[in-house]
Structures are given as structure tokens and as C-alpha cells.
């Protein structure tokens, strides 16, 4: 893609997010090491994820208020901040399980503000015509990142530990910061607005909810969100538990998910047009669930990896298409608002979803909660092709199809 901003853009988020990936997966390792406790992995993702669901409408608001490239510099900043403060509580053993919570809680507020000032500053890089490709590309690095980053935690944590990872994220963050700085990007007009955050996002959920592919298309990502998702919370209880693994089968089955998700974002990168997104949304959903439910009940490490791969290809190609659906249909205006609406929707519920994973896997265990989460997945994706996807082949709505 001939856009230099968008290839700063992507360079520098390629390193920064493999930094991302590691801490993540360093993240989730010590808190179980630390405790054991299949209910504290849920409450580290809910610390993680719950800033979501109440400020990224503030996040939207300030995304169409304000100067975005600004406020994607300024979020990265912080998180860069963050890391450092994180590797240095851990390098010098004063980190427990409640810090590394709070920490999370922290990084969670920082990306309730940077997912929809970010996801809206893509069209500024690369024009809305070049957007879909922009979005599958973007979704291409961050999923490259996951292939890469726990992978290389999972070693990283064998030789040096945990806190070294933390390190070398924030190193990463210099990358894309860097990079924001050498963009040459043109001021848009800001229009002045006396709404409140909160009337704000009411603007953009009231223009999602008021056109039936969007409205469904969110829906059943935020049923993703909340019940498919959550297999990465169990991740170290399927390492070391289930497969009797160590910290690099951890980071094994996390980039297996990752790989899948790059291949499965550069599939759909090579669509031309925005034609059959509702038919491909209920295919890649359908497909992420079933595969869920046979992870659930997996005993062997290679199994897991194959299932895993499929689970993230799908997944990924889902969240692709709902985001093109959006970004194609609202005007710029009410970009960020919208955009704030689909991270409400996508990642504000998925600290709903690991509260309730960790509850319920301390009562019946891992296994069967993530396969009880996967029937409630495809139960979700058979009511959207009832709903939408026939309904559109009957009344031949081929432009929201």
C-alpha cells in the first residue's frame, strides 16, 4: 500500500506489539504462578478489559474533539510508561499478584482511549478507499505480533523471567512513537460541539443500532467477545495442567492462535469489495465456535494447536469484516463515536466474559466452561443467519450484504 504514513504506521507497530504480546503472555504466566487460581486469571482480565466497557466513550468523544495523531502518541506514551514501571516492580521482586491487577487496570484505562482514537486515525493514513485493505493489513501486523510475541515470551521467561519481557516492551513502544512523530499527516477540521461524552456515544450507538447489518454484525461479535474469546484466559491452565506443559507451550499455543489469525486477516485483506460481508461474518463465526467446543475437551498438545489455529483465523476474519461493515458506513464525523460504540461492544464486554469464566471454571472447571461458551457462540451465529443473512437473500439487500 502506497501510503507513507500508513507504512511508518505499520512498521512501527509491528515491533511495538510483539513487545504488547509478550508482556501479555508474561502477564498471565506470573499471575498464575503466583496463585494457581483459575478465578484470579479471571479477575486479571477483567482488571484488564472493564476501562473498556465504561471509558471508551470518553475515548470516542475525545477522538473527534481533539487531534488524533496527538492522541495516539500520547496513549502510546503511557503504555510505554507503564511497561517500565511494571518491569521494574517485577525485577526487583516486589511484584504480587493485586500489583500486577492494578497495573492491568491501568493499561486497560490507556486502551479504552487509544482503540477508538486509533482505530478512527486509519482513515487519515490511507484515504476511505484504501480502507478495508488498510484495516486487514493493520489487523495482519497485530496478529503477526501474536504469533511472534508469546512465542518469544515463552522463551523469555525460561532463560530470563518475566520481568525482562516487561522491559522490552516498553522498549518496543519507542518504535511506533517514533513513527507517529515522522508521519506528515494534514489537520482536519475539528467541528466544535457542546454534547457530552455520554451524549456523544449515544449519537454514535443510535447510528449503529439504526442499520440492520451493523446492529447484527455487532451483536454477534460482542457474543464472540463475550463467551469465544475467553479460551486465552485459560491458556496457562491448558499449558500446565491439561498438557503438562511449561511456560513455552503456553507461548506455543498462543502464537498458534496467532498465526491462524494472520493467515485468516490476510485472507480476508485480499477481498476487492464489500460485498457478502454478512455471509462471510456467520461462516467465520459458525467456524470459530465449533472449533472452540473441540479445544474444550482437547488432551493433546498438537490437537490443540490445530484447533487453535482455525479458532484464530475465523475469529480474526470475523472481527475484520464487522470492522470494514462500520468503517464503510458512517461518515467521518461520527467515526471515533461509532468506533468507541464497536469497542464497547467487542472489548468492553469481554472483561464481563473472563469474570465469568474464572467463576464458573473454579465450580465445573476449564474444559467445560469453554465448551459451554462455544455452544452459546454458535448459538449466537445460527440466530444471525436465520435473522440476517436469510433475510438479506430474500428481500436481495445486496449493498448491506
Not at 474533539?65 to 502518541?73: F, K, L, S, T
Not at 507503564?82 to 504480587?96: D, E, P, R, V
Not at 498462543?254 to 461462516?283: D, N, P, Q
Amino acid at each position: 500500500m502506497q501510503h507513507r504514513n500508513f507504512q511508518l504506521f505499520i512498521a512501527g507497530q509491528l515491533i511495538s506489539l510483539i513487545g504488547t504480546w509478550m508482556q501479555t503472555t508474561a502477564q498471565l504466566w506470573l499471575v498464575y504462578k503466583l496463585t494457581g487460581s483459575a478465578a484470579l486469571l479471571g479477575v486479571f482480565g477483567f482488571a484488564s478489559q472493564v476501562p473498556m466497557l465504561f471509558l471508551s466513550s470518553i475515548g470516542g468523544y475525545v477522538g473527534d474533539r481533539y487531534d488524533r495523531h496527538r492522541g495516539v502518541i500520547a496513549t502510546q506514551t503511557i503504555s510505554m510508561i507503564l511497561a517500565f514501571a511494571l518491569a521494574g516492580l517485577t525485577l526487583t521482586k516486589l511484584i504480587n499478584e493485586w500489583e500486577l491487577i492494578v497495573v492491568a487496570f491501568l493499561v486497560g484505562i490507556v486502551n479504552a482511549f487509544d482503540v477508538p482514537i486509533r482505530q478512527a486515525f486509519l482513515v487519515h493514513m490511507v484515504g476511505k478507499e484504501d480502507l478495508p485493505n488498510a484495516i486487514a493489513l493493520n489487523s495482519s501486523i497485530f496478529n503477526g505480533a501474536r504469533v511472534a510475541g508469546p512465542a518469544i515470551a515463552g522463551f523469555a521467561i525460561a532463560w530470563v523471567g518475566e520481568g525482562w519481557c516487561f522491559f522490552l516492551n516498553g522498549l518496543s513502544f519507542v518504535a511506533v512513537i517514533v513513527a507517529l512523530l515522522m508521519m506528515r499527516i494534514e489537520r482536519r477540521e475539528i467541528k466544535p460541539s457542546t454534547d457530552s461524552p455520554l451524549r456523544s456515544f449515544v449519537q454514535g450507538f443510535r447510528f449503529a443500532m439504526s442499520d440492520l447489518p451493523m446492529r447484527s454484525a455487532l451483536l454477534l461479535l460482542s457474543v464472540l467477545s463475550l463467551f469465544g474469546l475467553q479460551y486465552s484466559v485459560f491458556m496457562p491452565i491448558y499449558a500446565q495442567d491439561i498438557l503438562k506443559g511449561n511456560a513455552r507451550t503456553l507461548g506455543l499455543l498462543m502464537s498458534s492462535a496467532g498465526i491462524g489469525a494472520v493467515l485468516g486477516a490476510l485472507h480476508f485483506a485480499a477481498r476487492t469489495h464489500y460485498k457478502g460481508l454478512a455471509r462471510w461474518i456467520a461462516a467465520t463465526s459458525t467456524t470459530c465456535s465449533v472449533c472452540l467446543i473441540l479445544f474444550s475437551q482437547a488432551k493433546t498438545f498438537w490437537l490443540c494447536v490445530a484447533v487453535l489455529f482455525v479458532v484464530g483465523s475465523a475469529a480474526t476474519s470475523q472481527m475484520a469484516a464487522t470492522n470494514t461493515l462500520i468503517q464503510n458506513r458512517v461518515p467521518d464525523e461520527l467515526r471515533s463515536r461509532v468506533m468507541a460504540v464497536y469497542a464497547t461492544m467487542f472489548m468492553g464486554v469481554q472483561p464481563i466474559g473472563a469474570l465469568l469464566a474464572g467463576g464458573v471454571a473454579k465450580r465445573i472447571g476449564a474444559p467445560y466452561t469453554l465448551t459451554a461458551f462455544g455452544s452459546l457462540v454458535l448459538l449466537g451465529s445460527l440466530i444471525f443467519i436465520v435473522r440476517v443473512v436469510m433475510r438479506l437473500r430474500e428481500t436481495q439487500a445486496a449493498p448491506a450484504d
